[in-house]
């Protein structure tokens, strides 16, 4: 498997989910932005907790891995970029008119 985890592992990431769900449905504008910046940063200081501990001191009962350890870090750093992007943004209006403005050509 490329993730390592084990049921620990998956309710951390089934929490960060609904948090994230959270910051995303109920709140906008700068309120918003700051959640989505706070949410980057937890994950980069989850990231280099990571790094150290590998097992996150004894709570995962298996070691994370280098997908894991990129998967941190990539998700740590968008959340961050969009959320200070956001906070910067003068408009001050929702993320989601915010995000209108992407250039996203899918």
């Known amino acids: 498997p490329i993730f390592a985890t084990d049921a620990t592992h998956n309710l951390i990431h089934i929490a960060t989910g609904v948090l994230a769900l959270w ?3 109920s709140t906008t504008g700068e309120r918003q ?4 910046t706070s949410f980057g940063i937890l994950y980069l200081v989850l990231f280099v907790t990571l790094l150290i501990s590998p097992d996150l ?3 995962l009962r298996v070691d994370v891995n280098n997908a894991d350890h ?9 959340t961050l970029v969009v959320g200070l992007a956001a906070t910067r943004s003068s408009s001050g209006r929702n993320m989601a008119i915010w995000a209108e403005k992407l250039p996203l050509d899918w």
């Not at 932005?33 to 989505?36: F, K, Q």
């Not at 990129?70 to 968008?78: C, D, K, M, R, T």
């Open 70 to 78: 990129v998967l941190h870090a990539a998700l740590g750093l968008a």
């Open 33 to 36: 932005a700051r959640g989505i």
């Open 23 to 25: 910051i995303g449905l």
């Open 57 to 59: 001191f004894g709570v």
